[in-house]
């Protein structure tokens, strides 16, 4: 049912070097323009195109596909058509952009109505998310977070390596890449004395992917792990903003609630599992051996680079960390394995972020938190101010992206927040 | 805007002294039958009525409604037209079924399609549930807990007074009442050795109460304590089902995860605040005192007596727990406040519960593990047999009602689930 591009094949469209959208990309979004409300698109280089165009012009009349999903706010209607079909439509659009193919490439009229510059248009959220699942599942990220808070002799807790642990976030706030954020508000208890209220001083990001569900689970059922990669439409680039003065004082003992609620940033565009099937790596081993239900076969982790870039105010710009998805202890399919074990029902459009992605180089470290170890190593920046946490005016910026069997590069294209004063 | 029906109003339809639903109550919910899909109902004493026929007959031509929402399966687009509305329409359905209008009395045909006998139809989860947040609100059981689990001369945690500790709960899972509940299986931790996998041994309820969000409130703006009741439409019974073992072992340091979402399930009437108005009492002083932004002004604690009934297999019935909403430290208006004064937002839909609810009675205590002390002190039930947790075949049924100035009574009706055996 995966529906692979070749990995040579090319486009009539233009693609510069280094785009994340070549022709084996075709991830889903959703856009709207000055003229028009919101409807499904993909995209080849920095070309946006429109699907509910290309379904009204008479592309997909031979398949058999509910076409109004092409018009719809979200992508969930057509990621609940299944693999079957959302396969065979992303080989299809391979074949109406391929550069043999000059069918749609000569037809100005055509192109005119279904082909965006990227500049254009509004990308919007393209998922509505029901539930959404934050895991907790980088070893090096787990680790140096008991290292500084807990006991650097046993870092881990006694749990971590038995199962991915997780936690429920908050689905309302995710917003898509390029939304500004508020510095949030709340309770800080300083060392001495009562709590107070303010702006919270140690706001954080962390670098995280997220998986998008495409396949209902019902309640009482569970995903196996040679189960789960069917119900996982795609990824996502996921920012996991945090404060941690509110973190520190709220999370005991039920975990993180106001520290996260404000915002969560995704990337624009959902790149299906095929995308990244040239990605493929063995994960870490697992040692324990973990109970049969976590166990798997084949290669789970995905060779996707990863990167976090802050610019300052004054224009200042550095990459501040380089870590790679690979790294995962948990992956996906344990994942989702574990979080249905107990019956817990899956649908579609819901969302299970990684946690934090860090490497074991100080440089691949997923958040300010451990980059800056607590604040006690600033980051230079190079308009020469320091940072150990982040600053009003900050904007901050993901990229991910892998390589094909021809060293092409697909990803997600850049999934960015700046950070405004806090509101009254 | 708030919309009290008189406390002595009398219906033409039958109301049975102790009926949870006279007509002072009016509370909205979705209902199906054999012959017809879901549509929007209220009840008075047996007799469920059907919202969208009454709209097919005319009965609200001349109010400003838009009256699709009666054909709606969740009353989510009712709850959105706004209080001025829901509380007019309250108004309304209050005079069609008043004793002194015999106009619908009078009509045989009329009658024969608009109202159903409660054992004819099936109640439906009456609200689409985007996000789910529990908090932990009782002082009585967070003090029961952290003395069984942590140390009973620091049984609260520092932050206990200072905020109301809240976390995020999984939505999808959360069911209606009569739904059966399969013993989750999961992993738990043996006092010596490795973890091991099975169904949950420590299987327990949690008698919560709910509200549910009727107004949006946008990212990056606050609710106020003043503001708070705008944005609560009504409350709900809730059941936070919870698997002691698996919540043990799981919930260091990001929280319940697995242990809680299997299950969680609420009663098919969503009672609005109005109902409840005769009910409000001052809550409990709180020492030391709030933050400015947790301070509230009124009566904001509700007088609604808890029960919960435990039926074995063998059909021996007893009420193993009284309690009441009263008891809540932080009331709604807090919670609320608090949850928002980060920035979240929050959608119509959206469920807050309480937490459970204990008071300072053992036979309060609103759950199986601060009833049966963690085991040590076994309830006795009719027909001999013992329970420390909940057992396969056990029907549990929480129920909730207050007093209005009259003496009628208002509530719920009941919430329930059996336990059946986890599946393969």
Chains 1, 2 share one sequence.
């Not at 002799?153 to 429920?168: C, F, K, Q």
């Not at 180089?361 to 604040?375: C, I």
Request: hydrophobic fraction near 40%.
């Amino acid at each position: 049912m995966a529906s692979i591009i070749a990995a040579a094949l090319k486009s009539w469209l233009p693609v510069q070097q280094n785009s994340d959208f070549p022709i084996q990309n075709l991830p889903f979004g959703v856009f709207k323009t000055t003229q028009s409300e919101a409807r499904m698109a993909t995209i080849i280089g920095d070309t946006v195109i429109d699907l509910q165009q290309l379904a009204k012009l008479g592309l997909f009349d031979d398949m058999d596909l509910d076409k109004t999903v092409f018009s719809q706010r979200y992508i969930n209607d057509f990621m609940a058509l299944g693999k079957a079909k959302t396969s065979a439509f992303r080989l299809r659009l391979a074949e109406i952009f391929a550069q043999d193919n000059q069918a749609m490439a000569q037809h100005a009229e055509l192109r005119a109505r279904a082909l965006f510059p990227l500049d254009k248009v509004e990308l919007l959220l393209p998922v509505k998310v029901g539930d959404y699942t934050d895991f907790y599942s980088s070893i090096e990220h787990a680790t140096n977070v008991g290292t500084m808070f807990r006991d650097p002799d046993n870092a881990l807790l006694p749990n971590w390596r038995h199962l991915p642990v997780g936690y429920h976030g908050r689905a309302s706030s995710i917003v898509v890449s390029g939304t500004a954020i508020h510095r949030p508000k709340g309770q800080q208890k300083p060392n001495e004395g009562n709590p107070v209220f303010g702006p919270s001083k140690l706001l954080d990001f962390e670098l995280e992917m997220a998986f998008v569900i495409g396949k209902e689970n019902p309640l009482g059922k569970r995903v196996s792990t040679a189960q789960a990669e069917d119900y996982i439409f795609g990824l996502l680039l996921f920012n996991d903003w945090s404060a941690r003065d509110i973190q520190k004082w709220e999370y005991v003992p039920l975990g993180p609630f106001l520290a996260k609620s404000f915002a969560s940033t995704v990337s624009p565009w959902v790149v299906t599992l095929d995308a990244f099937e040239d990605m493929r790596v063995e994960g870490p081993e697992q040692d324990p051996e973990v109970l049969p239900y976590l166990q798997y076969e084949g290669k789970k982790n995905y060779n996707i680079e990863l990167e976090v870039n802050l610019k300052t105010a004054s224009g200042a710009e550095k990459t501040i960390c380089q870590s790679n998805f690979k790294y995962m202890y948990w992956n996906m399919a344990q994942q989702l394995a574990h979080h249905t074990v107990n019956g817990c029902n899956v649908q579609v459009g819901d969302l299970c972020a990684s946690g934090t992605i860090s490497g074991k180089e100080p440089s691949s470290y997923g958040s300010m938190l451990e980059l800056s170890w607590r604040g006690t190593r600033p980051i230079d920046m190079p308009d020469g101010s320091q940072r150990k946490f982040l600053q009003d005016g900050d904007e901050l910026s993901l990229s991910g992206y892998g390589y094909n069997a021809e060293g092409i590069r697909i990803g997600f294209g850049p999934c960015t927040g700046k950070i405004l004063p806090a509101l009254d």
